[in-house]
């Protein structure tokens, strides 16, 4: 089993950063690829990022590429999302999710483990 923990989020002007972080206990973090997906009011829960277990490969959606940067420190049992030129639209419940044994996914359902989701709020 892995606990996830989210943090980092908050209140941001569009055009601003913010860095998120996932703190990972319990089984080998390595062992993970893991995965950032956020889910805005009304919508469903859409793929942001993920990252392969060695942290080689990276995977994002359109809508963030170029502005976002998934990153790991497998030594720290720690993922991280890095956002830049924030938008309105980006504004959601960002949550960290963890695939065993995984090497990156788009899809929800390959993910076993999620953490309780951190707000992120980008004013206009």
């Known amino acids: 089993q892995v606990q996830l923990v989210e943090s980092g989020g908050g209140l941001v002007q569009a055009g601003g950063s913010l860095r998120l972080s996932c703190a990972a206990s319990?089984?080998?973090?390595?062992?993970?690829?893991m995965g950032w997906f956020r889910q805005a009011p009304g919508k469903e829960r859409e793929f942001v990022a993920a990252?392969?277990?060695?942290?080689?490969?990276?995977y994002y959606a359109d809508s963030v590429r170029g502005r976002f940067t998934i990153s790991r420190e497998n030594r720290k049992n720690t993922a991280y999302l890095q956002m830049n030129s924030l938008k309105p639209e980006d504004t959601a419940v960002y949550y960290c999710?963890?695939?065993?044994?995984?090497?990156?996914?788009?899809?929800?359902?390959?993910?076993?483990?999620w953490g309780q989701g951190t707000q992120v709020t980008v004013s206009s």
């Open positions: 999710a963890a695939d065993f044994g995984g090497s990156g996914s788009w899809s929800r359902t390959e993910y076993d483990y």
């Open positions: 319990g089984r080998t973090f390595s062992g993970y690829a």
């Open positions: 990252i392969n277990r060695r942290g080689t490969n990276t």
